[in-house]
């Protein structure tokens, strides 16, 4: 069984703090996506990474896909008020019980930014 | 503008009473699926469409049915309501059930069964 595990599970920080969470699997995956979730809506896609040490920059959001396709990491510069939400990440790889590739999604870290 | 639309957004409902949460995408899209999402556990997935008539279990079927009689419409079934199926539940949908599509979600609904 797949599984993703994010950390931290919390984390509460000022505005213009730095920060990065982590998303580790034992699985290898295609391609790994993170999303964002805010209060009563439904997750929204932030990047999608599919090569091992891919990094990709998103204004002040860097994402990093890990050398063996097992682990990321979302780093936010200068927190801001508006980063405030549920991050998730998401792994994808084939299932060969399955003709699609199941998407695996971690339990997610809450952010809040204190301004 | 791309949209998946869930309705009811709020239901408080009793044990045992049938209830459907309809789904609907505007995106002409093959995949379907519905995740619920509680403390702790995430979302896990309860059943997915990769195209019309075509319509399988995820990871935490158990008290609920779906139909994909039409490409744009996935409803979600619940024929015998239960307090543990108290929960969020998102419908969501993708061009295909491929690694690396990107997932479009509804904006959830809160179900309480009492």
């Known amino acids: 069984t797949q599984l993703l595990e994010q950390s931290p599970q919390f984390l509460s920080i000022q505005e213009g703090e730095n920060l990065t969470v982590y998303c580790n699997s034992s699985?290898?995956?295609?391609?790994l996506q993170w999303y964002r979730q805010e209060p009563g809506e439904g997750p929204v896609l932030l990047v999608t990474?599919?090569?091992?040490?891919e990094v990709k920059k998103l204004k002040r959001l860097t994402f990093q896909f890990g050398d063996a396709r097992k682990d990321s990491s979302l780093h936010i510069t200068a927190a801001q008020p508006g980063d405030t939400g549920l991050y998730l990440c998401?792994?994808?790889?084939?299932?060969?019980?399955?003709?699609?590739?199941?998407?695996?999604f971690g339990p997610g870290t809450s952010l809040s930014v204190i301004p | 503008e791309a949209q998946v639309t869930q309705n009811p957004r709020y239901l408080i409902t009793v044990t045992g009473k049938k209830l459907t949460v309809t789904c609907s995408q505007n995106?002409?899209?093959?995949?379907m699926s519905w995740y619920r999402q509680d403390p702790g556990l995430g979302l896990r997935q309860i059943y997915y469409?990769?195209?019309?008539?075509?319509?399988d279990k995820g990871d935490v079927p158990e008290g609920y049915k779906v139909s994909r009689k039409e490409k744009r419409n996935f409803p979600l079934i619940l024929e015998s309501p239960s307090p543990n199926q108290t929960s969020l539940y998102f419908c969501?949908?993708?061009?295909?059930?491929?690694?690396?599509?990107?997932?479009?979600f509804g904006e959830g609904s809160w179900l309480t069964v009492v």
């Open positions: 995106m002409n899209h093959e995949y």
């Open positions: 998401a792994g994808s790889g084939s299932d060969m019980k399955t003709s699609y590739d199941k998407v695996i």
């Open positions: 699985s290898v995956f295609s391609s």
């Open positions: 990474v599919v090569t091992g040490g």
């Open positions: 469409s990769m195209n019309v008539e075509v319509t």
């Open positions: 969501a949908s993708s061009l295909t059930g491929n690694s690396g599509n990107t997932i479009y």
